[in-house]
T-cell receptor, first 110, second 113 residues
Framework: GIQVEQSPPDLILQEGANSTLRCNFS?????LQWFHQNPWGQLINLFY???GTKQNGRLSATTVATERYSLLYISSSQTTDSGVYFC????????????FGKGTKLSVIP | DTEVTQTPKHLVMGMTNKKSLKCEQH?????MYWYKQKAKKPPELMFV???????INESVPSRFSPECPNSSLLNLHLHALQPEDSALYLC????????????FGPGTRLTVT
């Protein structure tokens, strides 16, 4: 099946700093989602982004499907941005099951 | 409203108990999912219901029994669980399955003693 790899696995930021999280996938994907899992376990939808660029406040995402990667940008980070960021892809070829990466654990310190 | 609710938030049960987890959505979605998440791991798909019919069972042991009474509700019945079944159980829904965006509930944190 498809492999979804996220980097870096861990990231520590000073409040106010910017960061880029990366998601690589091993094969073509039909769609991709970015989630933020907060310390209480809630998975919050950030972006549903098969291709192109989307922005929502301080967050933006870019997916380049032909090159099999997606990027999540966090600007002016805040302590509430801490948690684990997952990307999850719908593989091509008729599979409709989300395949998750292992996540990037982000810690934003004051 | 993109809300999926789950009850209870926390559950502690013995290995001989029978309990149920509940999930509800009022977004008119016709696909609902159960995921299991162990600590420091990504969620793993357990079951998918599409239009109230079980469409995917990821080889889950029979001590987990899903039920979809109607298009808004999803239950997970638990019986004779093992300590290794302790995990965060997440429910999700999407418009009609397939490639649709999935929305997750807050989860039930289950501890089996």
């Amino acid at each position: 099946g498809i492999q979804v790899e996220q980097s870096p696995p861990d990231l520590i930021l000073q409040e106010g700093a910017n960061s880029t999280l990366r998601c690589n996938f091993s094969d073509s994907v039909n769609n991709l989602q970015w989630f933020h899992q907060n310390p209480w376990g809630q998975l919050i939808n950030l972006f549903y982004i098969p291709s192109g660029t989307k922005q929502n406040g301080r967050l933006s995402a870019t997916t380049v499907a032909t090159e099999r990667y997606s990027l999540l940008y966090i600007s002016s980070s805040q302590t509430t941005d801490s948690g684990v960021y997952f990307c999850a892809a719908f593989p091509g070829a008729g599979s409709y099951q989300l395949t998750f990466g292992k996540g990037t654990k982000l810690s934003v310190i004051p | 409203d993109t809300e999926v609710t789950q009850t209870p938030k926390h559950l502690v049960m013995g290995m001989t108990n029978k309990k149920s987890l509940k999930c509800e959505q009022h977004m008119g979605h016709r696909a609902m999912y159960w995921y299991k998440q162990k600590a420091k791991k990504p969620p793993e798909l357990m079951f998918v219901y599409s239009y109230e019919k079980l469409s995917i069972n990821e080889s889950v042991p029979s001590r987990f029994s899903p039920e979809c009474p109607n298009s808004s509700l999803l239950n997970l019945h638990l019986h004779a669980l093992q300590p290794e079944d302790s995990a965060l159980y997440l429910c999700a829904s999407s418009h009609s399955g397939g490639l649709d965006e999935q929305y997750f509930g807050p989860g039930t944190r289950l501890t089996v003693t």
